[in-house]
């Protein structure tokens, strides 16, 4: 099964300078996104199988994360490490619907939805060059 998904959103990260080195923050923000199955082939006995068209949904997050640097070479070469998690909300589309499709046999079935996204967990280790 495939799933692609994009996300616009924004956060806001005020910053804390631990030291002349290191800084330390915290993040929340918004988002929105929207995700799309690709068509399923599924298999009901043997030498049957039929394809559930393509689906898709949108939703709504709120990031919420915490992030740490360190210059390695001060002021041009930062080490990172940031830990975001997002729970989704206010999900809607074709893929928490029940959709038909049509069997081997040629009739119409009613294929189930897919269960909802609870979020998604993203930890980033960056290495950056400042200019």
């Known amino acids: 099964l495939t799933l692609e998904t994009f996300v ?4 806001l990260a005020p910053t804390y300078e631990l030291n002349s080195r290191a800084r330390a923050w915290l993040s929340v923000g918004v988002g ?7 068509a399923q082939t599924i298999t009901d006995g043997p030498d049957k199988t039929f394809e559930v068209p393509r689906r898709n ?6 990031p919420v994360g915490v992030g740490i640097a360190y210059d390695v070479v001060p002021r041009w070469v930062a080490l990172s490490y940031e830990a975001v998690f997002a729970p989704a909300f206010g999900q809607s589309g074709l893929a928490h619907e029940i959709v038909p499709a049509v069997d081997a046999d040629g009739k119409t079935r009613d294929v189930g939805p897919l269960g909802a996204t609870e979020g998604s967990f993203v930890q980033t280790l960056g290495l950056s060059l400042i200019l």
């Open 57 to 62: 949904g949108v939703f709504a997050e709120v």
């Open 32 to 38: 929105w996104g929207r995700f799309q199955y690709q």
């Open 8 to 11: 616009f959103g924004a956060r």
